[in-house]
């Protein structure tokens, strides 16, 4: 079974977009099962075939450990870590070709500590892929751009899976602005010279240095615009994931 992991930001749309694209997947007839990992998630805009909720909720390990929101979400990374065994099972039982993975708003807590490395070798890193998720109310400046893109590139390279970076929310700027971010990520604009024109004072060179490493080790990658409410853009995800999987060949579509 693929795996496909949605990661990033707080806020960044996530959930959404698992929503969304689970839903494009079974419109356009292919298997498809999600599993929520945040054990902290409210309202859900999805129902989940496998919840960690079951096993570990946030407001309780509040109550038992007597920690607040913060620390209870590093205690429950942890337990989600340790309960991994459990959740295999039903992934096992599942009838689906594709699971869509959705993760806590945390990034670091999956990016940094040893529960997310746990994670994804338990989902076996040879069948998954990283969903990286970004918004445009983080990355349309020059420098929120290279910060989005640092993270992006902690993420793949600590796992060491392949990884697409996704550009959410793509309804909420206009076309010129999305197109002026397409650019930087594939360096056909000049990111170079937009970050020496932004007034960012100290933040500026901070910037300009991080760029320079991170094209050093060449981490700019082509992003995937995406709206999940105009469900703009989640084609060309699955487009990427047989990529991925069946370099390019779509199975699905040449066995029906
Ligand atoms: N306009 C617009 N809003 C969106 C889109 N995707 C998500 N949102 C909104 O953005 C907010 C956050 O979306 P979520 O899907 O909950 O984001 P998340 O990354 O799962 O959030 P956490 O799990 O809390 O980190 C919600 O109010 C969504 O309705 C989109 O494509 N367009
Ligand atoms: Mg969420």
Redesign the pocket.
């Known amino acids: 079974m693929n795996k496909i992991v949605?990661v990033?930001?707080?806020?960044?749309?996530?959930?959404?977009?698992?929503?969304?694209f689970d839903q494009w997947m079974h419109d356009n007839g292919h298997d498809c099962a999600i599993m929520n990992l945040?054990p902290g998630?409210e309202e859900m805009?999805y129902e989940p075939d496998i919840d960690i909720r079951e096993w570990v909720r946030l407001e309780e390990v509040m109550r038992d450990y007597s920690l607040g929101p913060n620390g209870a979400q590093i205690v429950a990374a942890d337990l989600l870590a340790l309960n991994m065994d459990k959740l295999l099972d039903p992934i096992e039982k599942l009838d689906a070709d594709y699971l869509l993975v959705?993760?806590?708003?945390?990034l670091e807590l999956f990016a940094y500590r040893q529960s997310g490395k746990v994670v994804i070798d338990r989902l076996g890193a040879d069948e998954t892929v990283l969903a990286f998720?970004t918004?445009p109310g983080i990355c349309k400046s020059p420098g929120g751009f290279v910060s989005s893109s640092m993270l992006f590139a902690s993420v793949s390279f600590r796992f060491e899976i392949p990884a697409l970076n996704i550009i959410?929310?793509?309804?909420?700027i206009p076309s010129e602005e999305l197109n002026r971010i397409l650019g930087w990520a594939t360096e056909e604009s000049g990111l170079y010279d937009d970050l020496m024109d932004e007034d960012l004072r100290s933040a500026k060179a901070f910037s300009i240095e991080l760029y320079k490493a991170l094209q050093q080790v060449s981490a700019y990658s082509e992003m995937i615009p995406?709206?999940?409410?105009?469900r703009f853009g989640l084609e060309d995800i699955y487009t990427r994931i047989q990529d991925i999987f069946h370099g390019g060949e779509d199975l699905d579509r040449r066995i029906s």
Do not use: I
């Open positions: 949605f990033g930001t707080a806020g960044a749309g996530k959930s959404t977009l698992t929503t969304a945040d998630a805009t959705d993760t806590p708003g945390q998720v918004e959410s929310k793509t309804d909420l995406v709206s999940s409410k105009d």
